[in-house]
Each structure stands twice: as C-alpha cells, then as structure tokens.
C-alpha cells in the first residue's frame, strides 16, 4: 500500500482522482469519487489496483457513509423490479454494524443512516412505507382565514437580501389558497432604508412596524395579537419558498383536529451540552421558522414570554417548556410537512428529508441553515446530521 499525506493547500490546488472508492465504482472508469475533494482526506493510501483505504477512523466513517449515499442514489435512480439488491445491502450493512458498535460514534452515525435508508427504501418497494399521515384529506375550510406573517428584518446587507430572495419566492409559487400576507418591518437603521425596503416589496401585503427588542418570535407573538385571522403561517427573514400550492399543503393537516402544529422543519437536537435546562437527545422539536397553528393557540399559550435574548427564543423553540411540548400537553400532535405535501408524524421526521438528511432535501420553505446544510462539505453534513438526528429512537 502507498501512503500520501498532503497538506490541505495542495490538496485544493491538485485534487486527486481515483478509480475506486470504498466499492463504490469499478476500477478504470470515472468513480463517484468527489469526496476526496469534500472531506479532505489526511491520511489515505491506495492499493495497485486503486482502492483507496482512509487510515482514520473518523474519515473511513465519512468515505464509507458517502459511498453507500451514492450507491443507494445509483439504486433508487436504476429500474430495479425487485428488492433483491437492497437486501444484500441490508445484511452486509448489518454485518459492519455488528463490528463497529463500541467504535467512533461518527463512524456509527454513519452507517446507521445508511442502514435506515436502506430499510425505508425496501418498505416502499415492499408498499408498506407509511409516513403516519393524517386521514383528513379535505383540508382547511376555504372560509378559514390564515395570515402568512413575515418578520423582514433589514438591519445587514444580508439580511435585506434575504428579504428579496423571499419576496421573488412568494412571486413565483402559488399558494394554493387564499390568505392575507403581513409583512413585520423591523431592525433597519434609519427610517429611509426602512421606507425604501417597503416600497420595493412589490407584493400586496400589509404593513406592520415593531421595534427589534423581542426577536422573531417576540414579533411572531405581537403581531398574531393584532391579526384577526383564525390561522397563522409564520416565516423569519431568511425563509424562501419552494414549492407550488405550499400553504395548501402547510395548512391541510391542520383539518384534523388531533394535529395542533404543523412545520416544514423539525429536529431532534438538543442544547443540553449549552445549558442542563434543556432536554437531553433525542429532544423532538419544530423548529420556529415556518410553523402553521391556530391563532389564538399560539397568543394564549406565549402570552407571559419575553423573548429578549437568544436564549429565550431557543427555549421556546426546544426548551422542556417549547411550543412543541405545549402542543402535546392539549393532547394534540405536532408533523412535518416536505414538498409533496407528504405529512410525518414525529418517528418519521429523520427519515422525511426535511431537514439535514444526507440522501434528500424535500423542505417546502427553506432558510439559512439549510442553504448552510447544502452548501456544506460531505464531513460537516455529517456531522450537522448527526446533531440534528443522533440518538434516533
């Protein structure tokens, strides 16, 4: 065996191509092999024939997880009639699982995703996948009202863009029913800039103007107070739209009564390594960005918050007191809805490609974190999938 070590400058300036991965290709053709070039390899060495073998056991892990990712891409894009393959994958899977158990937590991570994605994708070919939908199918009563409330906070650069990245996303996607867009104009520096944003904001919206001393989820709670609708939509500055008829499908499962909140995103995170006040993993949350729920819910359930620091909003947002856990004290449910309109209930949301998955990405609203999540290196999506998913249950 050979053995390189390449200092990171040179590995950016000459990147290097191999044969085969990790069984991912076949030796002497073009193999998916651009993960050397996303994880960075320290160490690695390569056989005659072109195997490359990562020597740490944290880049095995990563170069193992990324060759099952593009095997399984390979798979699901293939016509395969029977899911004779997928099994032999499920019981070598199983047999590497089986070794490494007490090893590198990351390495485990990585091969249990690829273990559960093989396991869903056999039981939507054997026809028994099943995502816990909601049987009402009828959704909202058209003589429902919803308001779509967007906080547009203009105190950066970024931020302003981010205004108009939203703005050209509401354009371009229909809704799907009929609402009333408020638009929370906060955090601008001088009264010009702020005038100047609103007039640009060419969609028929009305104006609210806060102060910036509560955060997004202060401005959520003070300007549900001044609405009258029966329903609220909630959105952050960096939110974009991306899919077709998305308040349709966002406000649907809320016909049945059982469900009180629906989201675009969830996660099972938890915050405890910051502070012992929040819930150890698995801590099952909707995130606060793009979140549906009655309107009168939400004021009376967050009427005595004050949300002045960061803190207290990720308290809310997954805190043993947070939204989702309110919800669940009426005995009601919280779900994930992807892009197909698609509803998961909680055990399902790792695996609905909503938020952090490795193999899909079905969110009907986005945000920053997740354009961080998909502009991120193979390693660093690795390891932000772990922290949102880890400790599945």
């Given amino acids: 065996m050979t053995i390189h070590e390449e200092p990171p400058t040179a590995r950016q300036a000459q990147p290097r191509r191999h044969p085969l991965i990790a069984g991912t290709g076949r030796a002497g053709t073009s193999a998916p092999v651009r993960c050397l070039d996303e994880l960075g390899l320290e160490l690695w060495g390569t056989t005659p024939g072109g195997t490359v073998f990562p020597l740490n056991s944290t880049d095995h892990a990563c170069i193992r997880a990324l060759g099952f990712h593009q095997l399984l891409e390979r798979l699901a894009h293939a016509d395969v009639p029977q899911d004779l393959r997928m099994r032999k994958l499920e019981r070598k899977l199983k047999s590497i699982w089986n070794n490494i158990r007490d090893r590198h937590p990351l390495k485990i991570y990585a091969l249990k995703i690829c273990l559960d994605e093989i396991r869903y994708r056999l039981s939507s ?69 702020r005038r100047q ?31 009258e609708d029966d329903y609220v939509f909630l959105l952050n500055t960096h939110s974009e739209i991306r899919t077709d008829n998305w308040l349709e499908k966002i406000t649907r499962p809320l016909a049945d009564e059982r469900i009180g909140m629906v989201g675009c995103t969830g996660s ?45 909003a990720w308290l809310i947002e997954s805190g043993p007191n947070s939204i989702t856990n309110r919800i669940k004290l009426l005995n009601k449910r919280c779900v994930v809805v992807d892009n197909d309109g698609a509803v998961y209930e909680e055990e399902a949301w ?40 880890g400790a599945i249950r």
């Avoid at 302003?160 to 509401?170: P, T």
């Fill in 197 to 227: 944003t609103q007039n640009s904001f060419d969609a028929p919206h009305v104006a609210i103007e806060l102060g910036d001393e509560n955060l997004d989820l202060g401005a959520y709670i003070e300007a549900s107070r001044l609405v």
């Fill in 268 to 312: 099972f995170e938890s915050l405890s390594a910051l502070s012992p006040l929040f819930p150890s993993s698995p801590n099952p949350h909707l995130r606060s960005n793009a979140i549906a729920l009655d309107r009168l819910t939400f004021v009376n359930m967050l009427r005595d918050e004050k949300i002045t620091k960061k803190f207290d």
């Fill in 125 to 193: 070919l054997g026809g028994t996948a099943s995502t816990g939908a909601s049987s009402d199918t009828s959704g909202l009563p058209h003589t429902c009202s919803v308001a779509v409330i967007y906080v547009a906070r203009g105190h950066t650069e970024e931020e302003r863009k981010s205004i108009r990245i939203f703005l050209d996303s509401y354009k371009k996607y229909a809704s799907g029913r009929s609402h009333k867009l408020y638009v929370i104009y906060k955090g601008f520096d001088t009264e010009i800039l």
């Fill in 350 to 389: 790792p695996g609905s490609g909503v938020f952090r998955n490795l193999f899909k990405q079905k969110a009907p609203i986005i945000d920053n974190q997740i354009r961080e999540f998909e502009s991120a290196r193979f390693i660093q999506k690795l390891e932000m999938s772990f922290h949102a998913w």
